[in-house]
């Protein structure tokens, strides 16, 4: 019991200790994906939906907003729809660690001498390749409904930012995973905070039409800045401000989420 209660077991781990331990719950995680591939079907199917649906039924009309048809607007929303890959499955990280809880698993692992923020790492880097796999679905549909990389080294450059962002937002969610009850009550305060993030956004359509109030919103929200990046970087146009900001973004929420994510970690009855 005294090894559940002890914060201070971490400060006799070495660095390699640490770093095995995130290995081998990396390998954990990974090994029970392989024994429920239903856990997968969000990775999968999420993109291959959303793609279809706003390419096909808003991509018309938005696209003759942009001086276009559809096939300009499809240049525009897949960026997007990278930018929006990384915040909604980093929802997942939140409940599946709650789950974790409610099972008993954490209660075994903080019984273990290992280190207590392995556990979280490993969580993380198991989200980010789930969120890579969603992304390489993504990229494929793009180009099936007629979407052109035009720079291959700005889509990895893009794809990098969009891990870089959904880590830090992942420790938000980690967060809310130790504090709230249950997996049910992770998953509707993600809902909360990511459909006004989404939808007031530059992810799915500009911002110019908006009215005022709602612009100087999306002129702060770092999936703004995040999704006009990625285009800059895809697609072409300016990008070194809304890069930036939104490394500005990324690094400033794990600076004030990871330490807190890992205390309440430690410090949960």
């Known amino acids: 019991m005294s090894a559940i209660t002890a914060p201070s077991s971490d400060v006799r781990i070495p660095l390699r200790g ?21 856990s997968m079907f969000d990775a999968l199917l999420m993109p291959v939906v959303f793609t279809l649906l706003f390419v096909y039924v808003f991509g018309g009309s938005i696209g003759l907003a942009l001086g276009g048809g559809q096939s300009r607007y499809v240049q525009y929303v897949i ?31 903080r019984s273990l001498p290992i280190g207590r923020g392995s556990v979280l790492f490993a969580k993380i880097a198991v989200e980010l390749c789930r969120m890579l796999f969603a992304t390489t679905v993504l990229m494929v549909v793009a180009v099936l409904v007629g979407f052109h990389i035009h720079h291959w080294a700005g889509l990895f450059a893009a794809v990098g930012l969009s891990a870089l962002f ?25 809902f909360l905070v990511l459909f006004p993030l989404q939808f007031g956004s530059s992810i799915f359509a500009p911002t110019k039409s908006m009215p005022g109030w709602l612009r100087h919103f999306t002129d702060y929200n770092p999936l703004s800045t995040l999704a006009d990046a990625a285009r800059g970087l895809m697609v072409g146009g300016p990008v070194a401000h809304d890069l930036w900001v939104t490394v ?4 400033a929420i794990t600076v004030v989420m990871a330490p807190v994510a890992i205390h309440k970690f430690r410090t949960k009855s």
Request: charged share 10%; aromatic share 8%; glycine share 12%.
């Open 18 to 38: 640490h770093l095995r331990h995130t290995g081998a719950l990396i390998r954990r995680n990974l090994l029970w994906i392989r024994q429920d591939p239903e």
């Open 79 to 109: 960026p997007g729809m990278i930018a929006m890959m990384s915040m909604t499955l980093s929802q997942g990280v939140g409940t599946g660690f709650s789950q974790d809880f409610n099972s008993g698993v954490m209660d075994r692992f």
């Open 166 to 190: 959904a880590s830090s937002i992942m420790w938000v969610f980690l967060t809310l995973g130790v504090m709230l009850k249950n997996a049910q009550s992770v998953q509707a305060m993600g």
């Open 248 to 251: 500005g973004w990324s690094v």
